[in-house]
C-alpha cells in the first residue's frame, strides 16, 4: 500500500510536552490557562448567537469585497465547496410538492441553552455527563452537534428536547423564546430518535398516515392529513416503497436508510417550528444523507424553523450547510460557531491540518486529542484540556453575554410563546384518538395474533385434548378433570402472552407520547378493545373442536355457557399478564412473576387440592381459576345433579372432591367477581403505564 499523504503536523512537536507534568499528572487548568494557543485570540464581543452576525472576534476578519468579511488566510467556506449554490441545487431537488405544507411555521422558536451541567446517578455516586455547554439556534438555523461517542451530544439533544430523566440532575437554563419547557410546546417540536421505533408490521404509507390523523389539527379533514402524508413520502423519496412493510429484526421489510426516513418524516409531518434529530444521516449512503441535510436546509429557509441535529461524521459538502457548528469533547465544549469558521479559529490556536481534509475528520480528531499520528493517552489527555481552556477564555464569555441579552429581549418584548398562548390542546378528539389508535392496532396484531406459531400450537392442543377424553361424557369425573385442564390452559396462555404487550411497545409508547399524539386512556382502550377479536377467536376455535370431540353436553345453553366462561376468563388472565408486564417493565422478571402468580392460582382452584391449611385457605379467593372453574362445572351440572358412580348407584356431583372444594352454586358471585378481575388488573396496568412519558425509565 503506497503513502496516503504527508505527515499532519498540527502544532509544534514541543507544544504539548512543555506543558506536561514531569510526573505525568493530569495538568492544573491554570497550566492551560497559560498556554499560548489559549492566550492567543484577542477579546471582542461578537454576537455569536445571531442569525447574522460572526461567532468569532473581529479581527478574525478582514473587510471583503462589497463591505463583506472574508477568513484571513483562508479561502471563504462558500468558495470552498460552493455551499450555498449547492445546498439551493439540491433543496430544489426534492420538489414542490409539499410547498405549501412546509411554506411557514406558526410560532418560530430560539431555543438557547446556558451552563447545562448534566449528572445521572450511577452505583457509585453520579456521573458527569455534561459540563458547562451554552448556546442557541435561531429561526432560519440548522445546528449540528459534533463530537465522538459518549461525549453527550445525544444526551443533549435528549435535554433540549424536553426528556428528563427523573434519576438525573440538571443545572442551569433551557429555554424556548425565553421561557422553559412546557407541555404545550410538544406539540411544534418534533423529535426524531437514533434508533427507529416504528411498528413492524405496517407499511411505510399507513405508518405515516395514522401519524398524520393522530398529529394534525382537527381543522384538516382526513383527505388533506394523507395528501400531508403523500407530500413528505414524495419528498423523502419513499414513494417506491410505499406499500412495503416496515419490518424489524425477526420480519422483512424496507432498508434501514428508508426506515431512518419514515422516523424523521413522522415529524416532517406536523410542521415543527423546532426539528431536534439524533444522528439522521446514519445507515445511509452519502447521496441520501446529502438529500435528508439539504431537506432540513431547506426547512430552515422557507419558514423560519430552527433545526438541530446530532451528527457523527459529515462530509465535507454537508458540512457546510450547517449554520451552526457545537463540538463537544467529554461533555465539554470546545467550540462553538459558524461552521464555515471553525477552520479559522482553530489555525487561530495554531491547530491547522496542512493537508486537504474534511472539516468535520479534524474537528472529530481535535475532540479525541489527537494532535498527531502517535501520542500517549497523556499528550490527548492534555490536548483535550487545552481545547476546553481556550473555549472558556475566548468563546464561552462571548456566548454568555449574547444569551443574556438575548433573555433581556425576550423578557421586554415579551415572548412569543406566551402572548400567542398557545393552547394546551390535543390535536384530535378522545374518539378520534380511539378509533384511530384502534385501526392501528388491529392492523399491526393480526399478524401475530394469527401466526402460524399460534394457529399451529392451539389446534395442536385441541386435537390432542380431544382424543383423550374423547366421548367421555359417562365418565363424570374425567371431565370434571377436562374443564378444569381446560380452565387451567386458558388461564396460562393469555397471560404468558399479555405479559410481552407493553414491555415490547414501550418504546413507542415513550416516543408517541412524549410528542403529545394522544391521551393514554385512549391507547389504552384501543389496545384493550382490538384484543377482543384477537384474543377470543382462538379460544372459541377451541371450544368448537373439544365440545363434541370429548362428548360434553349438546344443549346450546350449556354450550354457550362454557364458551363464555373460558372467554372471561381468557380476558382475566390476559389482564394479569398486562399487569405485570406493565409494573415491570422487563420480560425475564415479568415472565418469573407471571409464573409464580399463575402457580399459586392454578393449585388454590380447588382441583388439586382440596385441604388447604387455614393460614393459607384465603389465596382461592383471589385465584380467579377459582371463579371460573366453578362457571365452567355451572355449565356442564347443576347442583343436585347425580351421576351413576357404581353398583347401581347415583350420586351427587357436587360430592365429587374437588367440585365441593369449589360448590355448584353462586353463580352470579363468581360473574361479579370474574368482572371485578377483569376490570382491576386492567386498571393496575393503566396506573403502570402512567408512569411512561418523557425520560421516565
Not at 426534492?94 to 430560539?110: E, H, M, Q, R
Not at 406566551?418 to 378520534?432: L, R
Request: hydrophobic share 40%; net charge positive; aromatic share 10%.
Amino acid at each position: 500500500m503506497g503513502a496516503v499523504g504527508p505527515k499532519l503536523t498540527w502544532w509544534p512537536e514541543t507544544a504539548l510536552r512543555e506543558y506536561m507534568p514531569l510526573n505525568n499528572a493530569r495538568p492544573s487548568s491554570s497550566a492551560f490557562s497559560s498556554h499560548p494557543r489559549v492566550q492567543r485570540l484577542p477579546q471582542a464581543r461578537p454576537p455569536p448567537c445571531s442569525a447574522t452576525g460572526s461567532s468569532f472576534p473581529k479581527s478574525l476578519f478582514t473587510p471583503g469585497e462589497g463591505g463583506g468579511e472574508k477568513l484571513k488566510g483562508e479561502k471563504k467556506a462558500e468558495e470552498y465547496l460552493g455551499i450555498e449554490t449547492m445546498a439551493v441545487e439540491m433543496a430544489n431537488q426534492s420538489g414542490d410538492a409539499a410547498n405549501s405544507i412546509f411554506s411557514g411555521v406558526k410560532l418560530p422558536v430560539t431555543l438557547s441553552w446556558q451552563d447545562v451541567v448534566y449528572k445521572v446517578k450511577v452505583k457509585r455516586g453520579e456521573k458527569v455527563i455534561l459540563k458547562g455547554v451554552s448556546g442557541c439556534v435561531q429561526p432560519g438555523e440548522l445546528l449540528a452537534m459534533l463530537g465522538p461517542s459518549g461525549s453527550g451530544k445525544t444526551t443533549l439533544l435528549t435535554l433540549l428536547g424536553g426528556r428528563v430523566a427523573p434519576t438525573s440532575r440538571l443545572t442551569g437554563s433551557i429555554t424556548y423564546n425565553g421561557r422553559p419547557f412546557s407541555s404545550p410546546l410538544k406539540r411544534t417540536l418534533g423529535f426524531v430518535t437514533q434508533d427507529d421505533v416504528l411498528y413492524a408490521h405496517l407499511t411505510v404509507m399507513e405508518t405515516l398516515y395514522y401519524t398524520a390523523l393522530l398529529r394534525l389539527p382537527s381543522t384538516l379533514s382526513r383527505k388533506e392529513k394523507a395528501a400531508q402524508a403523500e407530500a413528505v413520502l414524495d419528498q423523502l423519496g419513499l414513494t417506491v416503497c410505499r406499500n412495503n412493510m416496515i419490518g424489524s429484526v425477526l420480519v422483512r421489510g424496507i432498508s434501514g436508510g428508508e426506515r431512518k426516513r419514515v422516523s424523521i418524516g413522522q415529524e416532517m409531518l406536523i410542521n415543527p417550528s423546532l426539528l431536534l434529530l439524533d444522528e439522521p444521516t446514519s445507515g445511509l449512503d452519502s447521496t441520501i444523507a446529502a438529500r435528508i441535510v439539504s431537506l432540513l436546509w431547506k426547512l430552515t429557509q422557507t419558514g423560519g424553523r430552527t433545526v438541530a441535529m446530532t451528527i457523527h461524521q459529515p462530509s465535507s459538502r454537508l458540512f457546510y450547510m450547517f449554520h451552526k457548528v457545537l463540538l463537544l469533547s467529554d461533555g465539554n465544549p470546545v467550540y462553538f460557531g459558524k461552521g464555515s469558521d471553525a477552520l479559522d479559529y482553530f489555525n487561530r490556536i495554531d491547530y491547522t491540518p496542512e493537508i486537504a481534509m474534511n472539516p468535520s475528520d479534524f474537528l472529530l480528531d481535535l475532540a479525541n486529542g489527537v494532535s498527531a499520528n502517535e501520542e500517549t493517552l497523556e499528550e490527548k489527555a492534555a490536548t483535550k484540556q487545552v481545547l476546553v481552556e481556550a473555549y472558556r477564555v475566548h468563546l464561552h464569555p462571548l456566548v454568555s453575554e449574547e444569551l443574556t441579552t438575548l433573555s433581556k429581549q425576550f423578557k421586554e418584548q415579551g415572548s412569543e410563546l406566551s402572548t400567542k398562548k398557545m393552547k394546551q390542546e390535543w390535536s384530535t378528539s378522545w374518539w378520534e384518538q380511539f378509533e384511530i389508535l384502534l385501526r392501528r392496532s388491529l392492523k399491526e396484531r393480526r399478524h401475530e395474533a394469527f401466526s402460524p406459531r399460534h394457529l399451529i400450537q392451539i389446534f395442536v392442543v385441541a386435537i390432542i385434548v380431544g382424543i383423550l377424553w374423547f366421548k367421555s361424557s359417562d365418565k363424570v369425573t374425567d371431565q370434571v378433570g377436562l374443564l378444569y385442564f381446560v380452565n387451567s390452559f386458558w388461564g396460562m396462555y393469555p397471560a404468558f402472552e399479555g405479559i410481552y404487550t407493553f414491555p415490547m411497545e414501550r418504546t413507542i409508547l415513550t416516543k408517541e407520547r412524549s410528542s403529545g399524539m394522544y391521551r393514554l386512556s385512549s391507547y389504552f382502550m384501543a389496545l384493550t378493545a382490538g384484543d377482543l377479536p384477537m384474543e377470543l377467536i382462538l379460544p372459541t376455535c377451541f371450544v368448537l373442536i373439544i365440545y363434541w370431540m370429548c362428548g360434553l353436553k349438546s344443549e346450546a345453553g350449556n354450550f354457550f355457557i362454557l364458551l363464555s366462561s373460558i372467554l372471561v376468563t381468557v380476558l382475566v388472565a390476559q389482564g394479569v399478564g398486562l399487569a405485570i408486564g406493565a409494573v415491570l417493565m422487563d420480560l425475564k422478571k415479568a415472565s418469573t412473576l407471571c409464573s409464580i402468580f399463575m402457580l399459586i392460582f392454578m393449585l388454590a382452584g380447588g382441583f388439586f387440592v382440596q385441604n388447604m391449611p387455614s393460614f393459607i385457605s384465603w389465596v382461592k379467593y383471589i385465584s380467579f381459576n377459582f371463579y371460573s372453574f366453578r362457571l365452567q362445572l355451572l355449565s356442564q351440572y347443576s347442583p343436585h345433579e347425580t351421576y351413576d358412580c357404581g353398583q347401581e348407584t347415583r350420586c351427587l356431583v357436587d360430592d365429587i372432591p374437588s367440585v365441593k372444594v369449589v360448590g355448584l352454586r353462586d353463580a352470579w358471585l363468581a360473574v361479579i367477581v370474574m368482572f371485578a378481575l377483569l376490570v382491576f388488573y386492567r386498571l393496575v396496568a393503566y396506573v403502570a403505564l402512567m408512569r411512561i412519558g418523557p425520560g421516565k425509565k
